[in-house]
């Protein structure tokens, strides 16, 4: 667990602060991350990496010469907002086109290319590429969908030593996208992880075992094995690894990069044991190590387990993997004499608030009113929430939620104040909640609030049945939004029936259909329980999820149950 903390929904910006402080000659800060300290060359294409916080050196320990421009930097386990992103890559930006690589997470996945379309409808070519190295979450012909996890440091290497050499971003594009064909990563844990303030890890690993296949997220482990070797293990994780070994041919001739990676409290002794294994078992199957790193450089937090990642290398991946880099936690060879500071203009995004008609503020103010109660019932149920999510994701529902109303509510009382009304009010709290919470949830709810705020007015007063229908096309915002459906086992499961309820009810009684419709949402996300999940990080986890509700469905049906009494 984190004993230095101040507050844990702050901890996140505290420690991008504190790293920008502590190696401001490589970084500076901006608006939503970091990026480099000097100046790199006109038209030279920009490398932009992010995640959620609780990965370090993963992502912003790879900002330097030779590797990433920049790193977007969410709250712990969570992606980075649209906004965030945006703004790293305008500060990032040398004119030849932006790269975001990030490991292929619903909530990167969604806000990373929500900010690549905004830049590119401004004239930018930013383009998003996910990485996909761990075998232990989908079969090797779906490998396009698996999660990224500490394979990101190679293709994150690779494409920045690419853009260094003055490539193309087609070209730069190509260089990551068979860099992430030629990985594969498996890992193990052999302790949960805890989030910062929180006095419990997000999953407990039995004594005498090992979860096999973790996620970096505090996901646990795809399976549990009775505790082995060193030497064992190692065998276990590689020659998994090697049953999706490229056929050798003129290209790939057995020459492998290697990264045992920390997960966060395996100590380097323990690696140095590991990895002494790895390189005999490699050795052994007539492979070739190339430079192997024994390091921690994708962490999850205080998580105890270590991965084994492999590259394997054709020619050219071979020469990038060994080309120069000079960045806070990962270096090769001499980079040169590094260039003049960068001067970077502040990017935030500053909304004008707009006053809106006396009937429209005041229901504006009810709007705030609800969101408080959102951020109220959040708090109340996080501990709820996060057990509920650790069962099989990674344990952040609950937190991602208190962080979400918290912003919501925020932005909207600073609406109320400046007398905005219930539209800009509306979008505010949308842009706020995707901002402050980040991750898939915060994607998901900022995207249904803004889709609510474009059906209502800032001048007129919106009647009962305009507010159905822009709750209605809220609530089923979701399912397009996540590409889910009723049985996939998430937010669907409870947001779709809502809307079903509440389309058809009388909207000159609202409040008791609304309460008809909350009832189904509650009853739905109850049912979730009999089920396995076939979207997001649990459907990873076979039936584990079965017996447990879905954690996005049951809060949505608790923030839904939070607006009767204002109705």
Known sequence: MAYLVNNGEEFAKEAVAGFAAAYENYVQPVHGGV?????????????VVGGGSGHYPAFMGWVGPGMAHGAVCGNIFSSPSASQAKSVCQSATNGGGTLILFGNYAGDVLHF??????????????????????IA????????????????LFVVKMAGAAAAQGRSLDEVEAVARRTNDRIRTLGVAFTGCTFPGAKEPLFEVEPGTFGLGLGIHGEKGISSHAMMSADEIAKLLTDAILAEEPPRDSTYQGRVAVLVNGLGATKYEEMFVFYRAVKKLLEDHGLTIVAPVVDEQVTSLDMAGLSVTLCFLD???????????????????NIGQKTEKRQVKDTSEQATIEPGSKESTAQAKIV???????????????????????????????????????????????????????????????????????????????????????????TETA???????????GARSFSAMGDAKVGDKTIVDAAEPFADVLATENPENLAMSWQNATQKATESAAKTAAFAAAKGRAHNHGTDSIGTPDPGATSFAMMMGEVTVFL
């Open 315 to 333: 020619e050219e991946l071979e020469q990038l993997w060994l080309a120069p880099a000079d960045t806070p936690a990962f270096r090769v060879g």
């Open 113 to 134: 290319g929500n900010a690549a379309q905004q830049l590119t409808a401004e004239g930018d070519d930013v383009r998003i590429f996910p990485i996909t190295d761990d």
């Open 35 to 47: 990026v480099r300290a000097t100046t790199s060359p006109e038209k030279e294409v920009s490398i």
């Open 137 to 152: 979450s989908g079969t090797a012909d779906k490998h396009l969908e698996r999660r990224g996890i500490a394979g990101d």
């Open 368 to 458: 705030a009113a609800v969101l408080d109660a959102f951020e109220k019932r959040a708090r109340a149920a996080e501990a709820e929430l996060g057990k509920m999510d650790a069962v099989a994701g990674d344990g952040d529902h609950g937190q991602g939620m208190v962080l979400g109303t918290t912003a919501a509510a925020t932005a909207a009382r600073t609406c109320v104040a400046a007398g905005a009304g219930l539209r800009t009010t509306l979008a505010h709290a949308a842009a706020a909640w995707s901002e402050g919470a980040g991750g898939t949830a915060g994607a998901l709810w900022g995207g249904a609030l803004a889709k609510a705020a474009s059906l209502l007015s800032d």
């Open 463 to 473: 009647d009962k049945a305009a507010i159905i229908a822009a709750a209605v096309a």
